[in-house]
């Protein structure tokens, strides 16, 4: 699958869209495939500070528990609570409903070691 090019991607195959000095981030079709099928999303608090690359939550599917990784720092401004109930929307929709929190980038320098679509392609088809 072709990655959209208005997201930069992290190696541990989460993704982020900017819009000014707010980050969505999610996981990419390649690691939600990766899993199977999501049954379970841990995310931060609403407000919590976190660090570039650092754990930030756990997310479940049939096949293993893995946990969440967030590609820039910052301060969680919201978490995707419909995941709660249908945490398959990861599955179904990882770049659109299937997102996963968004923050307010502490550090808009960190952006620049994220990758390019062309760059995680080649990652994700190794």
Known sequence: MAQ??????????EWVKLDGDTATIGITD???NALGDIVYVE??????????FSPVGVIES???????FTPLSGEVLAINDALEND?????????GGGWLLKLRVADPNEAKTLLPPADY???ATE
């Open 30 to 32: 390649y690691a939600q």
């Open 87 to 95: 945490p398959a929307a990861v599955n179904r929709e990882p770049y």
């Open 121 to 123: 392609e080649k990652i």
């Open 62 to 68: 049939v096949k293993a528990v893995s946990d969440l």
């Open 43 to 52: 995310l931060p608090k609403v407000g919590a500070t976190i660090k570039q």
């Open 4 to 13: 959209p090019e208005d997201l930069l991607f992290s190696k541990e195959h």
